[in-house]
């Protein structure tokens, strides 16, 4: 598998240095290139947050109820949700997905500590990856308290997927692993080398990893991935709908690319034209892919028609929101 820092080294440079701040960190991950050319404002802000705060993180949490949805509302027809997360407030807002700057329904905070990335399975949970104690956080649709935490093997966790079949998977940029978690289990089943920032599953089961400037696929139960050879400067967040077909942030040109299923070209090439695009999520329909865009130091929400539109507009707005992590519910989670 060819081997790209740049991805690597421009959001991680520095963080063997701080690798004793980790908890469970491998004392033997290498140690990346300092290196940071073509550094997105995006990445420079997350990586300014990470080492200022030597991945401690904001202390603080706000008092929490069980639960932000009452049990009879769960049982009622389900509803799209947006989770927005704040790596600094260690925590992830809950908004209704109906409207714009839609008030907020709820917050998870317990059991967070810099959420990275989040994502919601088929069964509406939701998981989170946590930079500041290395584990993977779920929650069950409506409650606060996480009903799984896995820490064995979790090492600086970004990317964060769940299959169709509930298992976990987690991009470990403190020692360049993949592993994967059998649904419920808490210890990795498989350990991919690959030094992947962004993960996503489609609906056979098979794993999408962006690596420095390729995208491989990985079949089930395989350590070996395939380059798509997709033409595209710098692959960031994606996703893979239904029919197969992947839609990617391209870093390189403040863009998110769609390419057809097995075709190598993208059939659009969308602007984003308030700031720099940094995660996406896709929502059950595929009507709309909700995208965080740095804006400034901070962050906006924008949404954008799936798959023909072309422009993205303001969804939520607000310095007191989220920052990076995003994910939707129901979501396209196969």
Known sequence: MSFYPSLHVRRFGLVALLGAALAGCSTNAPTPSSSAQGVSPAANLQRDRLLSRGFAGVASHRAQSPGWLAPDARKRRIKTLIYWGSYDQNTIYVFSAKGTNPPEKGQITTGLS????LFVDKALDVYSTNLGNNTITAYKRGTTSPFLTISNSVNTPTGLTVDAEGTVYCANVGNDTITEYPKGKTIPSL??????EYLATDANDNLYASEGSNV???????????????????????????????????????????????????????PVTAG????????????????????????ILQELAYPKGTTLTTKISGTTYGEWPIAVSPDAAL
């Open 114 to 117: 810099n959420p990275e990335r």
């Open 191 to 196: 350990t991919i080398d690959a030094f992947a």
């Open 216 to 270: 491989y696929e990985f079949a089930p139960g395989s350590t070996s991935g395939k380059d798509l050879n997709l033409n595209i400067g710098s692959p960031g967040a994606l996703e893979v709908d239904k029919s197969g077909n992947i839609i990617v942030i391209d870093e390189s040109s403040n863009a998110i690319d769609v390419f057809p299923a097995g075709q190598t070209q993208p059939s659009e090439k969308i």
């Open 276 to 299: 720099s695009p940094f995660a996406l999520s896709l929502n059950k329909k595929e009507t709309a892919v909700f995208a965080t865009v740095e804006v400034n130091g901070g962050f």
